[in-house]
């Protein structure tokens, strides 16, 4: 089969520039990977990601990354290179067969693999931790499902917010094999896919906690700001801002374990048998939809 290899001189100078000059990561774990392929599932906080994540594997893996279609669509003259660099576009939150049928085919080359961000947008890494079971909900199946087809391993990748040449930090889980959480790779089952799901997101959370202890100092936060821009420079009100989750994230956790007690399901009236600010309460009932309408993900 024909392999779609990047230039290795330029994997490499990519790798140089961007990867140890301009952000100097320094990967930790990577003796975890000991398969010829994957396919790489990092989480996601920043544009850079993806960046980064080709910038440290294509040197070393025939690799192709999944970018969100929404970039073709908004940077149609940029994006007529990125298959240039092995990347392609994907509909977020929802698999579409002739999207994913040709990386499918390459797959199953034994030594090709690929990169996709399962949760499709931003997340912060604090939310993603403390509000995991509400996150679970979000993280759409299609990584999941990509690796039970293909039958590839799955690498939970941990990348923190990255700081322009500030120490960065990636950190490589133990593989996930689709086998055991899923029974047939011809039939594919929401349930299994969900059990799949969660082991992933089990097993971030773990290297974000184990995080600093590891590189001996705290992760990067989550970087505040005033407007929230993604990738195809289209600017977010504050309602889609995770910033807005994290400024509350106690009193959610609060009207989260109040709700759990009463089962009262109205936002205000949870919140007029708490101390919690009007404010407060306003942020927690938009958060109420966060992870219905993905509100913390652009």
């Known amino acids: 089969m024909e392999k779609h290899v990047i230039n290795p001189a330029l994997a490499r100078f990519v790798n140089l520039l961007y990867a140890r000059l301009l952000y100097d990561v320094t990967e930790y774990q990577k003796d975890n990977l000991t398969d010829s392929s994957y396919i790489f599932a990092p989480n996601h906080s920043s544009n850079l990601d993806g960046y980064i994540i080709w910038a ?67 997340v912060a890494p604090e939310i993603m931790s403390r509000l995991e079971e509400y996150h679970l909900k979000t993280i759409p199946y299609g990584a999941f499902y990509i690796s039970t087809k293909s039958d590839k391993p799955l690498v939970p990748v941990f990348i923190e917010p990255l700081e322009l040449g500030n120490n960065n930090t990636v950190i490589y889980g133990t ?82 374990e109040l709700h759990q007690e009463t089962g009262i399901t109205d936002i205000s009236k949870l919140g007029e048998s708490t101390n919690i600010s009007s404010s407060a309460v306003d942020t927690i009932s938009d958060v109420n939809n966060v992870y219905r309408k993905c509100l913390v993900r652009h």
């Open 175 to 256: 593989p996930l094999y689709p086998q055991d959480f899923t029974t047939s790779k011809r039939v594919v089952r929401k349930d299994e896919l969900k059990e799949f799901t969660s082991a992933w997101l089990e097993e971030l959370n773990t290297l974000y906690q184990q995080a600093p202890s590891l590189i001996d100092r705290s992760v990067h936060e989550y970087h505040i700001k005033k407007t929230y821009s993604d990738a195809s420079g289209l600017r977010y009100k504050a309602l889609q801002d995770p910033n807005r989750v994290i400024t509350y994230m106690d009193e959610i956790e609060e009207l989260i």
């Open 56 to 122: 440290l594997l294509a040197k070393d893996y025939d690799i192709d990354v999944f970018m969100y279609k929404e970039f073709w669509d908004n940077f149609p003259t940029i994006s007529k290179f990125l298959p240039l660099f092995n990347v392609y576009p994907i509909t977020r939150d929802k698999i579409h067969p002739n999207e994913i049928l040709t990386e499918l085919k390459k797959l199953k080359d034994p030594n090709h693999s690929l990169v996709i961000f399962p949760q499709g947008r931003h």
